[in-house]
């Protein structure tokens, strides 16, 4: 099996971004638990963080060539991005959506997703753990 994750805006800042929020976790340390979850299910995992939304569509366009699955936190692109919904129903990789802070508890821009409607499902507020539970997730979707 192989995925692709993707990392949205601003997530190359977590550790030190607003912890109080999105924790401590950096984002190296996020990926690593990933890749140590991801080999021990014979999974492979393909990574990439972008600030910028064309480089994340041509990553999601991509992997309609190598991929099975998507585990993205789009950031704030959740609540945004068009362009990012349409990607993902355009490749129709099943895709699941993760958020380390609760969106719904939060301010309500943040409330609506426009991308969750294209997705498997989405995982909110769990911290760090909202990758390791949409992976898993994810992964016991495909296998089903
Ligand atoms: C986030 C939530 C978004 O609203 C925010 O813009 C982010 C991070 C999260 O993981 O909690 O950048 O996706």
């Not at 924790?23 to 492979?44: F, P, S, V, Y």
């Not at 041509?58 to 692109?77: S, T």
């Not at 760090?128 to 997730?137: D, V």
Request: glycine residues 8%; charged residues 20%; contains cysteine.
């Amino acid at each position: 099996m192989r995925i692709l994750i993707l990392h949205g805006p601003n997530l190359n800042l977590l550790g030190t971004r607003q912890p109080e929020i999105y924790g401590r976790w950096t984002l190296a340390e996020i990926n690593d638990m990933l890749i140590e979850q991801a080999h021990k299910t014979n999974t492979e995992l393909r990574i990439m963080q972008s600030n910028h939304e064309g480089a994340l569509l041509d990553a999601i366009h991509d992997a309609r060539l190598w991929g099975q699955g998507i585990l993205i936190n789009p950031g704030a692109l959740t609540h945004t991005s068009y362009a990012l919904r349409d990607a993902i129903a355009a490749v129709g990789l099943p895709t699941v959506e993760v958020h380390l802070s609760n969106i719904h508890a939060r301010e309500e821009f943040r409330r609506q997703s426009l991308i969750a409607p294209v997705c498997v499902g989405q995982i909110s507020g769990f911290g760090w753990r909202s990758y390791r539970l949409g992976l898993a997730a994810l992964l016991d979707h495909l296998l089903e």
